[in-house]
């Protein structure tokens, strides 16, 4: 009797531990699928949109068509000469005087008013698009989502619905392009192939070293990580790599600066006198607005309204995006943002989208500008 007692016993430990080892043996399974997930054309320009709209509500967007033709008319010299030329890439300028620029997804290239102030010429212009581009075409942020362990979640929670997981991969790279960076490699290879874009379209390839140095010496003395490629590698290893890379090109030596300034007429501001978005804005981490009732810029009452949890899921995917500051994966552009002042910059009113068009006769007589 007592031999049946203790088998038992056994059975009933035994029990709980397979089911957690085939628990265990799933979620490598769903970890593994979640890799190995094909992402189309169409659905990665779902997630940049979606993306982009959320950045656009955080910095607003310089509502001024001029400004948006015109780098619009640089970035699609450098996206022509791509690996990935047709996707429907979408040029955009952030009203914030903080000096960042972001890529997302399917073509969406963001770059703030702030960073065009700093910015001295048409060649350091491109060399910056073409960073971000490079992010674009080489799927930095798709790949960096398919290792992510809270997309791991989102997939268990989507139940293999592939339109509910897209929506979570569109949320974590919110996250991501706002708060983090790529890793060593991906910076190094958008370094390299940024500069190589721009050298193709017939500018100096030494611009993004250039702008570098100018961001380096306004950054001095920054303690925290701060803004457009705040490190990933140091900004001085890369600025070398990158003259190194440029002189091994045989570009030309335009730097296209007359037409540059005749077009971009803002003013850079001291790192110390950026206006900053106020505790609990969108895009800050965590918290409500600092007055009572207010609901943050970028947010609806009802997303203000659903509770913040640690870390990410579907249960509150509403908006398709999570909170920020919740994050510690790899990502898109500007390399660990951290909470300096150009990370928590102020932002504009207005988030709607300036669309302009730039005909192949228009880029072809610009191209011929380029001297």
């Known amino acids: 009797m007592r031999t049946v007692v203790v088998a038992a016993a056994i059975v009933a ?3 709980p531990a397979y089911a957690q080892f085939g628990a265990l043996n799933k979620g490598l399974k769903r970890a593994q699928q979640v890799q190995d997930l094909q992402i189309t054309d169409s659905e990665e320009h779902q997630i940049g949109a979606e993306v982009s709209a959320r950045l656009r509500a955080r910095f607003g967007v310089v509502q001024d068509k001029e400004i948006h033709k015109y780098v619009t008319s640089v970035g699609m010299l450098l996206a022509q000469e791509s690996t990935r030329a047709s996707l429907p890439w979408t040029f955009i300028v952030l009203d914030t005087d903080g000096v960042n620029a972001f890529a997302s997804p399917g073509g969406f290239i963001h770059v703030t008013k702030g960073a065009l102030a700093l910015i001295a010429n048409e060649a350091q212009l ?13 799927k930095h942020t798709i790949n960096a989502i398919r290792k992510s362990k809270a997309v791991q979640i989102g997939a268990d929670e989507a139940g293999g619905n592939k339109g509910l997981l897209v929506k979570a991969m569109a949320g974590k790279v919110y996250e991501m392009v706002i708060e983090n960076s790529f890793d060593r ?38 303690k925290e990580r ?14 070398e790599k990158i003259r190194k890379d440029a002189a091994s090109l045989k570009g030309s030596a335009a730097l296209v600066a007359a037409r540059y300034t005749s077009h971009v007429k803002y003013q850079p501001i001291d ?13 800050l981490a965590g918290g409500s607005s600092s007055k009572s009732g207010e609901t943050p810029k970028g947010e609806t009452k009802a997303a203000q309204e ?28 500007g390399g660990a943002r951290g909470v300096g002042p150009d990370r928590n910059a102020n932002g504009g009113p207005n988030a709607a989208l300036v669309t302009v068009t730039v005909t192949a006769a228009e880029l072809a007589a610009f191209k011929k500008g380029i001297a």
């Open 185 to 222: 490699g991906d910076e190094g290879e958008a370094d390299k192939k940024g500069v190589a874009l721009a050298a193709k379209a017939g500018y100096a390839p030494a611009g993004l070293a250039d702008f570098l140095a100018t961001l380096a010496g306004r950054n001095k003395g920054q």
């Open 306 to 333: 659903q509770p913040r949890k640690k870390g990410f899921g579907l249960g509150s995917l509403k908006r398709a995006v999570a909170p920020e500051g919740q994050s510690a994966q790899v990502s898109a552009s």
């Open 271 to 283: 790192l110390t006198e950026v206006p900053q978005a106020g505790e609990g804005a969108a895009g």
């Open 226 to 239: 701060n803004g457009l490629f705040a490190s990933h590698p140091e900004t001085q290893d890369r600025i």
């Open 13 to 15: 430990i035994a029990s």
């Open 126 to 138: 491109a060399g910056v698009l073409g960073h971000e581009i490079t992010h674009v075409t080489e």
